[in-house]
């Protein structure tokens, strides 16, 4: 895996300066992240812990995106599919099997039977 932190840094530069031109984004954006230290998702690593660590390092980037029905609010979203030299995080896991019924076979259920299955 490339080194990733120059795109993830270059990722915040932009963040913030979106949080510098817009102070109601900003209060939004820290927030939300608040909220993620706050529920244990996120914390913040020690020196010893970012020095210290062996193994592989991949900075995962992210941004706001907000809903025109809330729009007092923004969900802040992982940006997994970010790339470095063509790879991204996506890139390197393994994909596993569609979670997902085709929308042809649940409506092919519901014609076969009172309550659909989503198989035929």
Not at 17 to 26: D, L, P, V
Not at 30 to 50: I, P
Not at 83 to 96: F, M
């Amino acid at each position: 895996m490339p080194e990733s932190l120059p795109m993830a840094k270059i990722r915040l530069a932009g963040i913030e300066r979106k949080m510098h031109k817009n102070a109601q984004f900003a209060e939004q954006y820290r927030a939300e992240m608040a909220n993620y230290f706050d529920k244990g998702y996120a914390k913040v690593l020690s020196s010893d812990e970012v020095t210290n660590w062996e193994g592989l390092v991949w900075y995962l980037p992210h941004f706001a995106v907000s809903n025109v029905h809330k729009p007092k609010k923004c969900r802040i979203v992982f940006d997994a599919a970010a790339e470095v030299g063509r790879i991204s995080l996506n890139s390197q896991l393994l994909k596993g099997p569609e979670q997902a019924r085709p929308l042809l076979n649940i409506l092919v259920g519901f014609r076969l039977r009172e309550i659909g299955s989503g198989y035929p």
